[in-house]
């Protein structure tokens, strides 16, 4: 649906105060909603989306709607917000993409004719603050170079559809006040990454067993300046990915299974998730802990064992956290093989052809 006179009321002139609406939680009222049936309605701006299990509801929601406002309707929705939406009904499969949006970047930057690469990054790849411009001479040279605007176009493919360039986004992101000749080379390595898997869709496939899986991962003293870990962390439903995050640590950790605390921030994500998906009612399993994977043993014991020793007392609260957690039965934290680890990409760089199954492993390839 799209309304067709977007601010079409003008300002107002008094204070308006609202009362909570039906169907979200109060302190001083009981649960609302009822029936099975349900209708969502996602809004952007002037565009309202709508999803539901009803296709009478469906028809109800859109002549109230039209009814109160302006608005035309304008069928299945194909295009959103740079997002292609592919179905493919008879095998029960649903698509994301952005490749009219990469398209647009490529044309930006001129390089719609650049020569793909297989990878954001590989393994062994390292960046620094003495890759930064260190006089004014080296400092002009950068000055005119769209770098920011880069990264931000970059961001919002990441932030959509593209996990597999998280964290090199992130890392590429480190440097923005002041980036030197290297970063700009890798920064135009993703896009030339973009350009050969611009045709990729996130994926997501029809299921009896719908379920949440979380991978939490991190590598050890990545950050060549601070000596910080990074951590990452995706979430899959559907056997597609669902959110995902890659992000530098705040405390620098002395081993590897202080560097994988990264878990808390994936169970607190998650916990968020099952919060999320509980409200809209329309997954059972959900009410089951929510299973996370880690491919440290030292971390998974951590979780699930009461005892703690003079070594982790500094990362005991975020322990205690996962812990309670646990045994609250919201999560539950379980050891996968490194091998198996599709976090992975979001903490490091990897060759490429390990990369590349990972990132067929979280659903995005352009198959269909």
Known sequence: MDVKTTFFNEELEEEVYMKQPKGFPSSDSEQLVNGSKVCFLVLYVDDILLATNDKGLLHEVKQFLSKNIDMKDMGEASYVIDIKIHRDRFQGILGLSQETYINKVLERFRMKNCSPSVSPIVKGDKFNMDQCPKNDLEREQMKNIPYASTIGSLMYAQVCTRPDIAFTVGMLGRY?????????????????????????????????????????????????????????????????????????????????????????????????????????????????????????????????????????????????????????????????????????????????????????????????
């Open 176 to 368: 923005q006040s002041n980036p030197g000749k290297d970063h700009w080379k890798v920064a135009k390595k993703v896009i030339r990454y973009l350009q050969g898997t611009k045709d990729y869709k996130l994926m997501y496939r029809r299921t009896s067993n719908l379920e949440v899986v979380g991978y939490s991962d991190s590598d050890f003293a990545g950050c060549v300046d601070s000596r910080k870990s990074t951590s990452g962390y995706i979430f899959i439903l559907a056997d597609g990915a669902i959110s995902w995050r890659s992000v530098k640590q705040t405390m620098t950790a002395t081993s590897t299974m202080k560097a994988e605390i990264s878990c808390f921030e994936a169970t607190s994500h998650g916990v968020w998730l099952k919060s999320f998906i509980s409200e809209l009612r329309v997954m059972d399993s959900i009410s089951r802990p929510l299973s996370i994977y880690c491919d440290n043993s030292a971390t998974v014991f951590m979780a699930k064992n009461n005892k703690s020793g003079s070594r982790s007392k500094h990362i005991d609260i975020k322990y205690l956290a996962i812990r309670k957690r646990v045994k609250e039965k919201k999560v539950v934290i379980k050891h996968i093989n490194t091998e198996l680890m599709i976090a992975d990409p979001l903490t490091k760089g990897m060759p490429p052809l390990k990369f590349k199954d990972h990132v067929v492993n979280m659903e995005l390839s352009s198959l269909m």
